[in-house]
Nanobody, 121 residues
Framework: QVRLVESGGGSVQAGGSLRLSCAVS????????MGWFRQAPGKEQEFVAS????????YDADSVKGRFTISRDSNKNTVYLQMNSLAPEDTAVYYC??????????????WGQGTQVTVSS
């Protein structure tokens, strides 16, 4: 059974930091491109960041560029999202995603259950 389990969400003041983790089991982690999406209340889901299977290339949405960093640890089958300089507009449920295809096209094979991030001003 494939599982993507996010953790690390919570409440933080503007300017603060959080690190999200996504622990993956039940699939060959090294074969999958991984990513993070988010969905704010009343808004559509949006791409945040992705990292290819080798870990050598990452992509970031313009809205988080320079503030968020995605990484992966193949020894722990875990993908991370380090979020710095958080702003209220970053408030959303953050979802981990795994795909054999391209993350940014949202052809996702597996999703996590989501973790809430709330940023107060």
């Amino acid at each position: 059974q494939v599982r993507l389990v996010e953790s690390g969400g919570g409440s933080v003041q503007a300017g603060g930091s959080l690190r999200l983790s996504c622990a993956v089991s039940g699939l060959a982690f090294s074969l999958y491109n991984m990513g993070w999406f988010r969905q704010a209340p009343g808004k559509e889901q949006e791409f945040v960041a992705s990292i290819i299977r080798s870990g050598t290339t990452t992509y970031d949405a313009d809205s988080v560029k320079g503030r968020f960093t995605i990484s992966r640890d193949s020894n722990k089958n875990t993908v991370y999202l380090q979020m710095n300089s958080l702003a209220p507009e970053d408030t959303a449920v953050y979802y981990c995603a795994a795909t054999l295809g391209a993350v940014r096209t949202q052809t996702i094979d597996y999703w996590g259950q989501g973790t809430q991030v709330t940023v107060s001003s």
